[in-house]
T-cell receptor, first 117, second 109 residues
Framework: GAVVSQHPSRVICKSGTSVKIECRSL??????MFWYRQFPKKSLMLMAT?????????EQGVEKDKFLINHASLTLSTLTVTSAHPEDNSFYIC?????????????FGPGTRLTVL | GQNIDQPTEMTATEGAIVQINCTYQ??????LFWYQQHAGEAPTFLSY??LDGLEEKGRFSSFLSRSKGYSYLLLKELQMKDSASYLC??????????WGAGTKLIIKP
């Protein structure tokens, strides 16, 4: 199989604090990981594409200084939401692309629900 | 621009069949994916089409027509647990996934 874990699954923090979310591919190596944000009843919105050992590529409108991404190894990528505010309340989902196989499928982590008070 | 269209919501009866349509306009095409997403959970992979035709996997089938920019997901013998959102996603020429807004499927007994 191809399992992706995320930690924490749920986080509640005070406004102005920073939150780090980890995404791990447990049984495969992922040179590329993706970070998505999903607001209630909305589709997934790609925030950034993270390649191991290089800087992340951010989608238009996503502040790279606010959403820090580090892809330090082939199995771990982290997203840090700096100075979080209530407008950052969302479901954050990572996915990892398995480069072997027929169609480079993306496997999703279980998501992290962020609530900023 | 790039666009994926699918119905917002559909309702079907337990035991019946439902077809969820998806039309797309993207810059390039490198495959179409269907995902299932239960409320509060991450998407799970259902099917992948890159060539025209029907892919069958148990109770779920997915069809693709590249010339028409069209796909559908067919769910047979519906069960209550099939109540979820179904997301259509197309991989473009840059190998990025372009997501539809999802179709919320409500199953009634």
């Amino acid at each position: 199989g191809a399992v992706v874990s995320q930690h924490p699954s749920r986080v509640i923090c005070k406004s102005g604090t920073s939150v780090k979310i980890e995404c791990r591919s447990l049984d495969f190596q992922a040179t590329t990981m993706f970070w998505y944000r999903q607001f209630p009843k909305k589709s997934l919105m790609l925030m950034a594409t993270s390649n191991e050992g290089s800087k992340a590529t951010y989608e238009q409108g996503v502040e790279k200084d606010k959403f820090l991404i580090n892809h330090a190894s082939l199995t771990l990528s982290t997203l840090t939401v700096t100075s979080a505010h209530p407008e950052d309340n969302s479901f954050y989902i990572c996915s990892a692309r398995k480069t072997s196989g027929d169609y480079n499928e993306q496997f999703f982590g279980p998501g992290t629900r962020l609530t900023v008070l | 621009g790039q666009n994926i269209d699918q119905p917002t919501e559909m309702t079907a009866t337990e035991g019946a069949i439902v077809q969820i349509n998806c039309t797309y306009q993207t810059s390039g095409f490198n495959g179409l994916f269907w995902y299932q997403q239960h409320a509060g959970e991450a998407p799970t992979f259902l099917s992948y089409n890159v060539l025209d035709g029907l892919e069958e996997k148990g109770r779920f089938s997915s069809f693709l027509s590249r010339s028409k920019g069209y796909s559908y997901l067919l769910l047979k013998e519906l069960q209550m647990k099939d109540s979820a959102s179904y997301l259509c996603a197309v991989r473009d020429s840059n190998y990025q996934l372009i997501w539809g807004a999802g179709t919320k499927l409500i199953i009634k007994p």
